[in-house]
């Protein structure tokens, strides 16, 4: 079975710093798919950025990056430049194809962010 | 163009009664998700809907859940009767095309609290 986990339940920055969230994942698949989602209080999770397993190539989405080790099945997300209004709920997620695109969610970290 | 909407916003309801939960996809999308995340837990997927067919319904936790897709638009999930643990959030998701890994779109949840 494919788990995530996330092993930071909260997390504080300070604005304009940069903070890491740590997410790992277990699968034998090998054709898979993974995701950052940020939930705001009291609104809708939206996708922050994804990253195809295939590619090696690090995703970049404005001041959110990622580092992707396959080998570590480690998909850490960086937040460069913290603003106020990243302040949310953080969940990684995986899917594969086979499984028609279902979503396993890791924990979520919740990101405080200090004026 | 409208998200994905999800009425009600939130229910209380007592032990052993009945609540349907509602999820309006984004129009177009074929693809309709369910998740529930309980008590801080990880969101659990319940089940997928291609159109009006259940794809997978692997996550449904037992038969008190009735999910249904009638004509392939909107979509209830029916708890009957409600028991305490089912208490947590409802999420419904959308997408558009099965086949290729694609952008899930998320409602802003269902807060179900049972008595």
């Known amino acids: 079975a494919q788990t995530v986990t996330q092993s930071q339940p909260e997390m504080s920055v300070q604005e304009a710093e940069t903070v890491t969230l740590s997410c790992t994942y277990d699968?034998?698949?090998?054709?898979?798919?993974l995701f950052w989602y940020k939930q705001p209080p009291s609104r809708q999770m939206i996708l922050v950025i994804r990253?195809?397993?295939?590619?090696?190539q690090n995703a970049t989405e404005n001041r959110f990056s990622v580092n992707f080790q396959k080998a570590a099945k480690s998909f850490s997300l960086k937040i460069s430049d913290s603003q106020l209004g990243d302040a949310a709920m953080y969940f990684c997620?995986?899917?594969?194809?086979?499984?028609?695109?279902?979503?396993?969610f890791g924990g979520g970290t919740r990101v405080l962010v200090k004026p | 163009e409208a998200g994905v909407t999800q009425f009600p916003s939130h229910s209380v309801i007592e032990k052993g009664q009945t609540v349907t939960l509602r999820c309006d996809p984004i129009?177009?999308?074929?693809?309709l998700y369910w998740y529930r995340r309980v008590m801080g837990k990880e969101i659990k997927f319940l089940l997928h809907?291609?159109?009006?067919?259940?794809?997978?319904e692997s996550g449904m936790p037992n038969n008190r859940f009735l999910a249904e897709r009638t004509g392939g638009t909107y979509s209830t999930l029916k708890v009957q009767p409600a028991e305490l643990e089912d208490s947590g959030v409802y999420f419904c998701?959308?997408?558009?095309?099965?086949?290729?890994?694609?952008?899930?779109?998320f409602g802003p949840g269902t807060r179900l609290t049972v008595l």
């Open positions: 998701a959308s997408s558009q095309v099965l086949g290729i890994v694609t952008e899930q779109f």
């Open positions: 699968t034998s698949e090998s054709d898979y798919y």
């Open positions: 990253q195809e397993a295939y590619k090696q």
């Open positions: 997620a995986y899917n594969f194809k086979a499984a028609g695109n279902k979503l396993t």
């Open positions: 129009s177009g999308h074929d693809n």
């Open positions: 809907f291609v159109k009006e067919s259940k794809q997978d």
